[in-house]
Structure formats: C-alpha cells, structure tokens
C-alpha cells in the first residue's frame, strides 16, 4: 500500500479532475478546463534553488509546478453560478524566458456536460479577475456556433477591476476581448452578495481589483481565493508574492491575512490553480503553515 505522504506528492504533480464538496445546502464543484506548467524560480521570484532542492515534492519530473486551470460551479437548488471561466480551447506552447511553461484548455464545456451544467444554465460567472486565464470561454463561441458559450449570463466583476482593466493589457487581456465581455459586465463591490450564500470578499495586489468570493452554508466556509495564491508552496511562504503580481507587496499582505483565516475553525479554501489538491485547509506545520487537502 502507498503511503499517505506518497499519495499526496502524486497529486502535487498533477492536475485534478472533477472534485465536489457539499457545505450544507450548497455544492461546489471544481470544473477543469486544462492545465499550465510553471517555473518555479520564474514564477515565485523570491523562492530559492535551495528551497526547492529542499522541497521536491512540489515539482513534477520536468522540474515545474503544476497548475490546473479551471472553474469552481457553486450550486443551489435549481441554481448555478461559475467563478471564473478557465482559458478556453486553445494552447501555447512553452516559450524561452517565460514563466510558465506549456498552456492549454478547452476542457470546461465538455465536464459541465458530465456534471449536467450545459451553459444555458450557469446565471452568472462571477471572475476572480480579468486575467486570460480566467476570462476563457466567457468570451469564446460555444463549439458549432457564433454566440459565447454563457451568453444567457451575466458576467460579475469588481468595480475596481473593471475601472483598471486597462492595465491588463500587459498580462494578454486584449482590449478587444473586455469590449466583447462589456454588455454583459455588471460590476460588484466588496461584501456584496451575488448568489445564495456567495459573498464578495476583495484581495487586491495580484490585479487592482482582484477578489475572492465566500461561500457560506450549513455551518462551513469555503474561501474561493482566485490568484491570491498560486500554489500551496505559498501557504508556508506567504511572503512570495507571483511575477505577475501587479502590486507584489500588497498581495503579500492580503496573503498573510488570508493564510490566518484559513486556518480557523470550519474553512475550507480552494486554489484554482492547486495542482490535484484544489480543496483543503491550512494547519500548522514544522516549516510553517501547511495545506491540507479536503475532499469530503
């Protein structure tokens, strides 16, 4: 039998597939839409060789963290709601110089499908962020037709986010992709509930209007906290702030912050990009916080 340490580093070496939990009332479902490899001295800047050295159970065989890229559905009742609509169907390849390595989606519809979420019936895709990443077949024709896949949906973002999207230009996000995205917009302020339970929670410095959303129901929490974090590696080292952290120092802030509370009683977080570990809670560890995976 393998050991549970053993187990756990499989699954930090890649990335998940469909996983549920129920909190009360609602469901929440991570959706894949695929998957990037990321450098990680180019990616976590202030990291070390000597670091990783010391911690290989982080990296796969090539020597990259592995992120997946994805959705998390929350559902209530007949009612359904999207954080954030993966990258949608294309690919690139891994380029010199760059901190990410080997980009790709195209996943998303097809696992709504098996969860029996077709687009039609998503009300709304609150993001996280405008980042192409997350952004995804938002702005993508559903296969076979000229019309985005969640055209029946409004489209959330932070009133902040919305008024420096210009900024973004930098990190891919075109302006010609947020003009398709904007007859749909319809911006959200910090506590603001936006779905049953679903509340706003802001965590800008990885954009100027980056947020989180908190999920409450039947006594439990699950933190839905974007790129705040990009990888567990982060819940030990919240000082290590991303590269493409548009304000590093004050992402590390709200990081540290976010790192606490995910250690209180009854919370849960969920890291999009957390390799095959997408749902867990944060513990004490000898070498500083821990996470720890939660899959019920």
């Given at each position: 039998m393998r050991s549970t340490t053993s187990h756990h580093t499989e699954r930090l070496r890649r990335p998940s597939g469909i996983r549920s939990l129920t909190l009360g009332r609602t469901r929440v479902t991570y959706v894949p839409d695929g998957a990037v490899r990321l450098t990680p001295r180019g990616w976590l800047p202030d990291s070390?060789?000597?670091?990783?050295?010391?911690?290989?159970?982080?990296?796969?065989?090539?020597?990259?963290?592995?992120?997946?890229?994805?959705?998390?559905?929350?559902?209530?009742?007949?009612?359904?709601?999207?954080?954030?609509?993966?990258?949608?169907?294309?690919?690139?390849?891994?380029?010199?110089?760059?901190?990410?390595?080997?980009?790709?989606?195209?996943?998303?519809?097809?696992?709504?499908?098996?969860?029996?979420?077709?687009?039609?019936?998503?009300?709304?895709?609150?993001?996280?962020?405008?980042?192409?990443?997350?952004?995804?077949?938002?702005?993508?024709?559903?296969?076979?037709?000229?019309?985005?896949?969640?055209?029946?949906?409004?489209?959330?973002?932070?009133?902040?986010?919305?008024?420096?999207?210009?900024?973004?230009?930098?990190?891919?996000?075109?302006?010609?992709?947020?003009?398709?995205?904007?007859?749909?917009?319809?911006?959200?302020?910090?506590?603001?509930?936006?779905?049953?339970?679903?509340?706003v929670r802001y965590m800008p410095g990885h954009t100027p209007g980056h947020t989180g959303y908190v999920i409450e129901s039947g006594g439990r929490r699950l933190i839905a906290f974007g790129d705040a974090l990009h990888s567990p590696v982060q819940t030990a080292r919240p000082q290590w702030s991303a590269a493409p952290d548009h304000d590093p120092a004050l992402s590390a802030r709200f990081r540290h912050r976010l790192v606490a509370e995910l250690q209180e009683p009854g919370t849960i977080g969920f890291g999009n990009h957390f390799a095959d570990v997408v749902f867990g809670h944060v513990r004490p560890g000898a070498d500083g916080p821990v996470w720890h995976p939660v899959d019920a």
């Open positions: 070390t060789d000597a670091w990783w050295a010391a911690h290989p159970e982080y990296l796969d065989d090539s020597g990259h963290l592995v992120a997946g890229i994805g959705s998390l559905l929350v559902e209530s009742g007949d009612r359904a709601l999207l954080i954030d609509a993966g990258f949608g169907p294309r690919s690139a390849p891994a380029e010199p110089g760059n901190a990410y390595g080997a980009i790709h989606g195209g996943a998303l519809l097809d696992n709504l499908a098996r969860l029996g979420r077709p687009p039609g019936t998503i009300e709304a895709v609150a993001f996280t962020h405008l980042h192409i990443d997350h952004l995804g077949w938002a702005g993508h024709p559903a296969p076979g037709g000229d019309r985005p896949a969640f055209s029946g949906a409004e489209l959330l973002v932070t009133e902040p986010e919305w008024s420096g999207r210009h900024l973004l230009a930098a990190h891919g996000t075109s302006a010609e992709a947020l003009a398709a995205l904007e007859p749909r917009v319809r911006t959200v302020t910090d506590g603001q509930e936006v779905f049953p339970g679903v509340r």
